[in-house]
């Protein structure tokens, strides 16, 4: 599933703070089927997320966000997630998440901009994070070109493959 970085996303805000876990992103430890883990998703965080969570709807966090574990965010893609908006990631967890692709953006500030269920307007190609209500932005920076063919393709094993193919064809 590629992801269109031209694109813009607008979606209703889930507010989280510091230091989200990936054991609370993503309890696998305790849930072992996706259907499992959707429900169960950020619960520790905000009980009423797996419940009240919408497709489109976005995640913007502070600092350190996926901190924890080697675990990506793929359950947030699976809920309906449209994109995660945070002051910093943890990089092992910015690393896994853009290889699947989740779109991950790092925007400091942004949780000064933004409150909880407010609509967020995230336009890429201009580098603007905006709250459609109040009007008030921030700067979300360019991925260095190899990110964004990963989001082109589809996530890191799609472009692999495709690179490879390419090589094998030229021999």
């Not at 600092?63 to 793929?74: D, E, I, Q, V």
């Not at 359950?75 to 943890?90: D, H, N, P």
């Not at 991950?104 to 459609?132: C, H, K, M, T, W």
């Amino acid at each position: 599933m590629s992801f269109d970085l031209n694109r813009v996303i607008r979606g209703r805000v889930w507010k989280f703070g510091d230091s989200v876990d990936t054991d609370s992103i993503n309890p696998f430890y305790l849930y072992h089927t996706m259907e499992e883990l959707k429900k169960h998703t950020l619960e520790s965080f905000r009980p009423e997320f797996p419940k009240e969570v919408q497709p489109g709807d976005i995640i913007v966090a502070g600092r350190n966000f996926g901190c924890g574990s080697h675990r990506p965010g793929l359950v947030l893609r699976e809920v309906g997630i449209a994109a995660i908006v945070v002051e910093s990631a943890s990089r092992l967890f910015l690393r896994n998440t853009i290889a699947l692709p989740m779109p991950i953006f790092v925007a400091r500030g942004i949780s000064d901009i933004v409150q909880d269920a407010e609509i967020l307007e995230i336009d890429y190609p201009s580098n603007i994070a905006r709250n459609v209500g109040t009007g008030a932005s921030v700067a979300i920076p360019r991925f260095p070109p190899m990110i964004e063919q990963i989001y082109e393709y589809g996530g890191l094993p799609q472009l692999a493959r495709q690179r490879y193919l390419a090589e094998k064809a030229v021999r």
